[in-house]
């Protein structure tokens, strides 16, 4: 890679400049919307054009870069070494097709499986939090502070809603332990909440598009990221992803043991 990683940072935060206009003139007329699974994962217009926006930057920079992508323009990567590229172009279709609000669009580079750089943006707040180990990470241009060091019991936990229905990952357990409990639909976004400091952690079972950006901030701020069994992720597949401060981590970690019985 040629760039260096603030050279990259100031390239890509144009990109997500003129992703945002892109996507707020498409909200402007009728969505094309299908579904993919279910009536809950959807795909528009929007996630697509965005994505091959990105791609096409990407392989213009970087052309000898992998690609690992929502909807299907990237490549088919099978080993992270080399510069390897994570996007999701709309995180948060629901909420993007149903509120208008609350959804995002991210990207991450990540280089012989180390996180390079990073970004989540909101896309209606017009808010990027960015960055990676060598930058350090930005709310725009404010560098945040080094997180606070909160249990459970002090903070609120962003959990995935259809999996604390369904009491999957221990999130009922781990939901009453901590102060209060929040669901908003859009890993990008609740990422957001746990990077400014809001909530001490998030929770959910992601694809690796879901969770490369999310993860790769976390570790730079020093907040704690394993799958539910404490175990390292393994950035090609899907995981449940448990990404929170070290004493939320040691809770949450606990709470699975003692509910699974190991």
């Not at 097709?97 to 209606?124: K, S």
């Not at 180990?133 to 259809?162: C, D, H, M, W, Y």
Request: charged share 20%; net charge negative; with cysteine.
């Amino acid at each position: 890679m040629s760039l260096t990683p603030k050279q990259l940072d100031a390239c890509v935060l144009v990109w997500l400049d003129e992703a945002r206009e892109q996507i707020l003139n498409a909200m402007q007329i009728p969505l094309q919307v299908s579904e993919k699974t279910n009536a809950r994962d959807l795909v528009t217009n929007v996630d697509r054009s965005i994505e091959q926006f990105y791609v096409q930057k990407i392989q213009h920079l970087m052309p000898n870069a992998h690609i690992i992508s929502e909807e299907g323009y990237g490549d088919h990567v099978e080993s992270m070494d080399g510069d390897v590229w994570f996007i999701d172009p709309i995180d948060g279709t629901l909420n993007f097709v149903e509120q208008r609000a609350e959804f995002a669009t991210m990207l991450a580079l990540y280089h012989d499986g180390e996180p390079v750089c990073a970004w989540i943006m909101d896309v209606i707040q017009n808010e990027v939090i960015h960055g990676g180990p060598t930058l350090g990470v930005f709310e725009n241009e404010q560098r945040l502070s080094k997180f606070e060091n909160r249990g459970l019991a002090a903070g609120l936990i962003v959990v995935s809603g259809a999996r604390l229905l369904s009491n999957q990952m221990c999130l009922p357990e781990i939901a009453q332990t901590a102060l209060g409990f929040r669901v908003y639909g859009s890993a990008g976004i609740s990422y957001m909440h746990v990077l400014q400091g809001r909530a001490v952690g998030y929770i959910s079972k992601m694809k690796p598009w879901d969770y490369a950006p999310g993860v790769a901030l976390a570790k730079t701020l020093g907040l704690s990221t394993s799958n539910i069994d404490g175990n390292a992720l393994n950035m090609l597949i899907s995981n449940s992803v448990v990404v929170s401060t070290p004493s939320a981590h040691e809770e949450i970690m606990r709470i699975e043991k003692q509910t699974n019985g190991v």
